[in-house]
């Protein structure tokens, strides 16, 4: 055992049993990140920000909540939401910044396909970060579940019916998932049971991996220079900051995250306060009701696009049903992005602007993932149906290309 | 700038799938419908001057009171709740404010014939009859016995009411606001078939369907829901924007309270970003 001093003060008495110097070195003061990087490297601390406010706001909101199908609705719009003091507030916080949770994870994946940071040793920080795209779908899937609305239930009545298309097993899976033969009382406290515990328990520890799995390949950088850490820190901490590559993430690289997560801020509670609508959809403010189904059921904005690769397919192909082909696209896109490391056929790590023809890709891919979230949400007549299909295909034929697209640009060699 | 070059196409995503999913979107799903309209144009305007003194024994000869409650002038209802829900299928409103909250020309349309008036025609003919019968008058120019029944229910008509009362005389004989503890005051089953649904609480509307919405639909159900057994119940545009307020201090009590701190925590924040740029500046001078 090491040997125990009278310590000189607090911060001395905690080093001596939890080393806390040494964990504040390694945490913060020497933890190397790139210089040359921009605003978009914040979003990994603004989501933290974001998970840390659906915590706080998810726990006041666990203390009045009911899981019954019979009060959860008073629950939230009653209790909650007027006679609870802020209550409202703690609903507006933990609703919005759901919704703009997903907008921010998908600004923060696409800089990570634009600067290539998925590959060449950051393939966990990738695959990690999609586990937590998929999980926190799922949370907020089950979350939106919870008021018991109109859409709660609607959504919860298409989406568990998916599962029904899975050959062999399809219809008792969907019943073992909903716990009763219809969306009832035991779908949503199970789902409540997912929301509150289990899948924020496998977020929390995701979220742990995925800053561990950054550790040991380092941040990514605008140029994708590839740097050697140790002699770039050496520099820095001798005092040739300017010349020296890299700075250390406290103070230097928070003091920047810090202005971009005030200014994001700024734009959150102004959506909290005064424009809520988007997140927090007005249909959902009416009672689940079994016996009128709404005129137009849709998911949240960020389900919408594969929502509509699944939509996309409304003819059969031969024997095949269109629903069973809708749902092959739709597991296709949600698994593809998973494995996206392993598609880009191009080793070198270069960001999409050195990259002539994955250039051209990655934007195509933006504009198509847009356009299918947008008429994922259009009733589906008309031209719609035909844009949605024209989308889907194209959304497919995208990632088909990926390789091929890659392992060209790796041939013809990087600007 | 080459931040502000990416800030921009970010923005500007941002802002596209925005208005794709948000505006857009909602414009295809809800077409656009006419506002409302608080002069009822098809029901014609009242042609005769009304004499409220003759319109009150008119008042109390066409009928009126055989279903109807008049409390403010003395009159109870003539039945208890359960049996005038048995007998008309809903509960007749008490007419103590009928002058102040409908529509003049709506009242004498709705005197002449109640079905046509509530635009309720799809539900209601020569077999299956509405409730409220037309009346025929007494024997003398009909469009001026009418005339006076109006003039008198305007002439008891209380001067001032709050948009609870405009709910309770109004809203009350069909819906619940359960968030303010009132209730049909209807027999339920009876009422759920004399309009083949159950007429919705309405603690939750403004935020599930807004004002905009429902200023259209109360002056007018068959604009949103056309075939909707709901009444056009024939509001004035002051009692409308009553009872419409009602249901906001209902469905959204602590509004005002949102809308007192919003500014606060906006300006926190500004004044943090503001901060935190110093000091980005303040470390980051020594880097570059």
């Not at chain 2, 909250?101 to 025609?121: D, M, Q, R, S, T």
């Not at chain 2, 109360?218 to 024939?234: D, E």
Request: net charge neutral; proline share 5%.
């Amino acid at each position: 055992m090491a040997h125990i001093r009278k310590a000189e003060g607090v911060i001395d008495w905690l080093d001596q049993r939890l080393a806390v110097k040494k964990l504040a070195k390694v945490m913060m003061t020497e933890y190397w990140i790139p210089k040359d990087i921009n605003f978009l490297w914040a979003m990994g601390v603004v989501l933290v920000v974001l998970l840390k406010i659906l915590i706080i706001s998810g726990i006041f909101l666990l203390m009045y909540y009911k899981p019954d199908v019979n009060l959860a609705f008073d629950s939230v719009n009653y209790t909650i939401m007027q006679e609870v003091e802020y209550g409202w507030l703690w609903r507006h916080l933990h609703g919005v910044a759901a919704s703009c949770i997903f907008l921010i994870i998908y600004i923060h994946m696409f800089t990570g396909i634009y600067y290539g940071s998925y590959k060449q040793g950051r393939e966990m920080i990738w695959l990690t970060g999609m586990a937590l795209f998929g999980i926190f779908s799922a949370e907020a899937f089950s979350g939106y579940m919870l008021p018991w609305g109109q859409m709660s239930y609607w959504a919860a009545q298409v989406i568990t019916n998916l599962f029904g298309g899975i050959p062999f097993i399809g219809s008792d899976l969907v019943v073992w998932i909903r716990g009763d033969f219809a969306v009832a009382d035991a779908t949503l406290t199970r789902f409540f049971m997912l929301h509150v515990l289990l899948l924020p328990l496998a977020i929390i520890t995701l979220v742990a991996v995925h800053f561990y799995a950054l550790r040991i390949p380092h941040v990514n950088n605008q140029e994708a220079e590839e740097l050697d850490f140790e002699a770039e820190a050496k520099k820095f901490q001798e005092g040739k900051k300017r010349e020296s590559k890299v700075v250390p993430f406290w103070p230097v690289f928070l003091s920047k995250d810090f202005f971009v997560v005030g200014v994001f801020m700024v734009l959150f509670f102004y959506l909290v306060f005064y424009h809520y609508d988007f997140a927090m959809d007005p249909i959902n403010f009416e009672p689940a009701n079994s016996m009128k189904t709404p005129a137009h059921i849709y998911p949240e904005w960020y389900f919408l696009w594969s929502y509509e690769v699944l939509r996309g397919f409304f003819f059969p192909v031969g024997p095949i049903a269109a629903m069973d082909i809708g749902l092959a696209a739709f597991g296709f896109a949600n698994v593809i992005f998973m494995i996206f490391p392993f598609l880009d056929r191009d080793p070198k790590v270069a960001p999409a602007h050195r990259r002539p023809r994955f250039k051209i890709w990655f934007w195509l891919l933006l504009i198509d993932m847009i356009i299918l979230t947008i008429f994922g949400k259009l009733p589906p007549l008309g031209i719609n149906t035909y844009i949605g299909f024209v989308a889907a295909i194209s959304f497919i034929l995208l990632f088909v290309a990926l390789p091929f697209i890659t392992k060209k640009d790796a041939l013809g060699g990087t600007k | 700038m080459r931040e502000f070059k990416i800030l921009g196409v970010v923005i500007f995503f941002t802002l596209l799938v925005y208005w794709g999913v948000e505006p857009f979107a909602h414009s295809q799903m809800h077409p656009h419908v006419a506002p409302a309209d608080f002069t009822f144009k098809d029901l014609g305007t009242l042609q005769k001057q009304g004499d409220p003194k003759t319109g009150a024994d008119t008042f109390m000869n066409a009928g009126c009171i055989g279903c109807h409650g008049v409390q403010s002038q003395g009159m109870p209802a003539p039945m208890d709740n359960a049996s005038a829900s048995a007998s008309f299928g809903v509960t007749p409103p008490d007419l103590s404010s009928a002058g102040a909250i409908y529509a003049e020309n709506f009242l004498a349309a709705l005197i002449k014939n109640p079905a046509h008036a509530l635009k309720v025609e799809h539900k209601f003919n020569e077999t299956r009859q509405h409730p409220m019968p037309a009346f025929y008058g007494l024997g003398d120019d009909l469009d001026q016995e009418i005339a006076d029944i109006v003039a008198y229910l305007k002439s008891i008509a209380p001067k001032q009411m709050n948009g609870k009362e405009v709910f309770v005389d109004a809203c009350q004989r069909c819906h619940d606001m359960k968030y303010d503890k009132m209730y049909t005051t209807s027999d339920r089953e009876t009422l759920a078939g004399y309009m083949g649904i159950n007429p919705p609480d309405l603690s939750m509307m403004i935020r599930s369907k807004g004002t905009e919405y429902l200023n259209i639909f109360i002056n007018n159900p068959q604009k949103q829901l056309a075939g909707t057994s709901m009444p056009r119940v024939g509001l004035n545009e002051v009692a409308q924007e009553q009872v419409i307020s009602y249901i906001e201090e209902t469905g959204d009590r602590k509004k005002s309270q949102r809308e007192a701190i919003g500014p606060k925590i906006i300006g926190f924040m500004l004044i943090f970003a503001v901060l935190a740029y110093l000091w980005k500046v303040k470390i980051w001078r020594e880097l570059h």
